[in-house]
C-alpha cells in the first residue's frame, strides 16, 4: 500500500513539473535533457527544445536511470489544448481507485489526445519534422514503463526583406526602390514600402528594438505593418519586378521599410536634397605661405565638380559679416537663385580664380594668417571653408600594442609626428566602437561646414562627450592603463593647438582563423589536394570541413555571412558558420591529421573552396576548374598533339619566309634560332604514331 501512495505522489509531481514549468521552459530555445521526478521503470525523452517547420528533428527515448535506448516505443505530439485534456484525464485516472497509477494505458491515452509520429528504433531514436509551428508536447510510451513527456516548440521558417534604393536624391526627382528576399537575392512582390521622417524613425526603431529584446515576444509574429503604418507613410506597393517608383516632395533622410506577411522587413536610408543645389568646397586645412593648394568647388549632395564658380578669400572678420548679408537675404527673398551672392562676397574679399572644367583653382597664399575660402555660383548656395596659411600645425600620433589581454596594464606612448618628441600632458581617451563612429562623423560634419579650422576644433570637448578618460601623458609622453572589458577600442590622444593622434587596440584573446591551400586551376578528372590550417601559427588543421561553392552561390553565401555577422551577440568565431554553408555548398570532406582533404572535380567552373571548424573563423580560397578536351578516341593528349601539329604545318613555313623576308640583316643568334624553329616544323611534318602519342 506504502508503495503505491509513493507511485501516485510521484506521479502527480511529475505532472505539476510538465504542465507548470515546460511550456515556458520551451520558450527559452535551449537544447536539454528533460527529466521529472526519478520513477522506476520511467521513460525520458531527449529532444531539441526549438525546432523550425519542415526541419527534421531526432527525437530520443531512454530509459530513466541506466541512460539506455528504449526500442518499440511509441512517440505522440500533443497539441497544447490537448496537453491540458490529458493532464485532465491523467489526474481523474490516477485518483481513481478501480484504475490507479499502475493501470492507465498511456498508448491509448496517447492515441486519444496526440498524434503518433513514430515508433523508436534499437537505437531509441524518432525522427520527424513538424508541418505547423506551435507549441506541442512529446509522449513517449511503452509497455512496462512509465510515460515520458518532453516540450518542444517549432516556429515558422521566416524569411527576411533587404531593400536596393540610391543613397542620395533630389525633391521631385523619381526614385527606383527594390525590394528583394535576402537569403534568393529574388525581387518580392506585393511587398509594402513606407517612408519614415526622421523623428518618426528613431521612435520605430526604439519600439521595434523594445519588442524584439522581450522575450515572451517571438518576432517573426510582431506586426511590422502596423508599426510601420504607425510611423511613416506608404509610397508604394512592388510589382512583379520587386519595385516601386517614387518622388519625395520633402528634403529629409528617410528610413525606407519594407514589409510583407511571413518576412522580416528591410531596411534602407536615403537622402533627400532640396531642389536648391548647394555647393561644396575641398581644400586642405592648412598651408604654407607661397605654397601652391588646390581648390575644388563641388556641388553637395552629388560631389560633382562645378565649373565656373568664383572663388575669394576673406578674412574671418568679413567672413562672419559675408555670413550675416547671405542669412538677411536668403530671408527677405522668396527665390534663392536670384540672390547675387557675387556682388557681395565681392565686396569683402579678395577673388581669386574662376573653377576650371574640373572644378579646380589653383592658388599660393602670400601672406600668413587664418583664411576663409568662399565659392559661389548663380543658382548656388555659396560654400565656406577655413584654411590656416603659415606654420603647419603639429600633430600626435600614438603609438600602443594592436592587442593585449584583459587587466594587462598597456603602455601608451604619445609623441609629436614630425618631430618624433613626446608630448607630455596630452589627454588620451578610449572609445567603443560605435562611439568612435560617431565621433567621426562629427568631426567630419565640423570640417565640412569649414567654419573653423581643423586645429581649432575643440577635440578634448568632443573627446569628453564620446570617449572614457584612461590618463595624461607624463614626462616620457605616456600613460599606464589596464583594460577590464573585452572589445575593440579606438585610442584618441588630444592637446591644444595639435591635431589628435588615433590608434586603434583590441582587448582580449585573439579569435583563431583558419587558412586555405589548393592549387588556382585544375582539370577536372584530376585530383586536387587542399591544406587547411591555422592563418597565424601556420599549423595544419584536423577535422575542418571543406565545401565547395559554385560560382552562382558565391554571392549568396557573402550576404548570408555578413548577415550572420550583424545578428550574432556571441563572438564571430563561434557563428555557426557551418550550417549556412552547408545551404549553398557541396561538402568535400573533412581535414585529415595532416590538415589535408583529396577530392576530384567533376564540374569545370570557378568554385570558392570554405574551410570551417567550430572555434575558428572560415577560411576560403578560389580554384578554377577546367574541362579537359579529347577527340573522338576520347585521347585527350593525342589530340593536343594533333592540334599543335596541324597548326605548325599551316602556318609555320610562312612565317619563317616572312621573317627572313621582312629581316635583310639578322645577327647570327637570330639566324640560328629560326633555324632551330624550321627544324622543329620539319621534325613535326612526320606522321604522328601510336607510340608518340603514348
Known sequence: ????????????????????????????????????????????????????????????????????????????????????????????????????????????????????????????????????????????????????????????????????????????????????????????ENALVFAVSPGAAEALQAEMTTLREDTTVDVASIDYEALARRYGELIGITNEYGEVHHAFDKAGRYLLIAVKADYLPGFARINIWPTIKALGIKAPDTARVGEEITITVFERGTGVPVEGAGVWALSRENAEIVKEEVARLQEETATLEDIDYEELVRIYGEFIDWTNENGEVYHAFDEAGCYVLVAVKRGYLPAFRVIRVGTVPKALVIDAPKTAPVGEIVTIGVSERLSGEAVEGAFVFALSRDNAVALNEEITRIREAGEIAAVDIDYKALADCYGELIGITNGAGEVYHAFDEVGWYLLLAVKPDYLPGFAPIRIGTLPKALGIRAPQMAKTGEEVTMVVFERRTQSPVEGAGVWAVSRDNIDVLKEQIAQLNETAVAAAADVDYEAIVRLVGEFIDWTDENGEVRHTFEEPGLYLLVAIKKGYYPGCTLIVIRSVSTDSSGNALQATRARLVQAVQANGPQLIRAQVQANTSLSPHRIQRLIAVKNQIQAVNQPVSAEDTE
Open 1 to 188: 500500500m506504502k508503495k503505491k501512495w509513493f507511485a501516485i505522489m510521484s506521479a502527480l509531481m511529475v505532472l505539476v513539473l510538465l504542465f507548470t514549468g515546460l511550456p515556458a521552459m520551451a520558450q527559452d530555445g535551449t537544447v536539454e535533457d528533460v527529466e521529472a521526478v526519478s520513477l522506476p521503470n520511467a521513460l525520458v525523452i531527449r529532444a531539441p527544445r526549438l525546432a523550425y517547420v519542415g526541419q527534421e528533428v531526432t527525437i530520443g527515448v531512454y530509459e530513466r536511470g541506466t541512460g539506455a535506448p528504449v526500442g518499440g516505443a511509441f512517440v505522440f505530439a500533443l497539441s497544447r489544448e490537448n496537453a491540458e485534456a490529458l493532464q485532465a484525464e491523467m489526474a481523474t485516472l490516477r485518483a481513481s481507485e478501480a484504475t490507479g497509477t499502475e493501470g492507465i494505458d498511456y498508448q491509448a491515452l496517447g492515441e486519444a489526445y496526440g498524434e503518433l509520429i513514430g515508433i523508436t528504433g534499437n537505437n531509441g531514436e524518432v525522427y520527424h519534422a513538424f508541418d505547423e509551428a506551435g507549441w506541442y508536447l512529446l509522449l513517449a510510451v511503452k509497455g512496462g514503463y512509465y510515460p515520458g513527456f518532453a516540450p518542444i516548440a517549432v516556429r515558422p521558417v521566416v524569411k527576411a526583406l533587404g531593400i536596393k534604393a540610391p543613397q542620395n536624391a533630389r525633391v521631385g526627382e523619381e526614385v527606383t526602390i527594390t525590394v528583394f528576399e535576402r537569403g534568393t537575392q529574388q525581387p518580392v
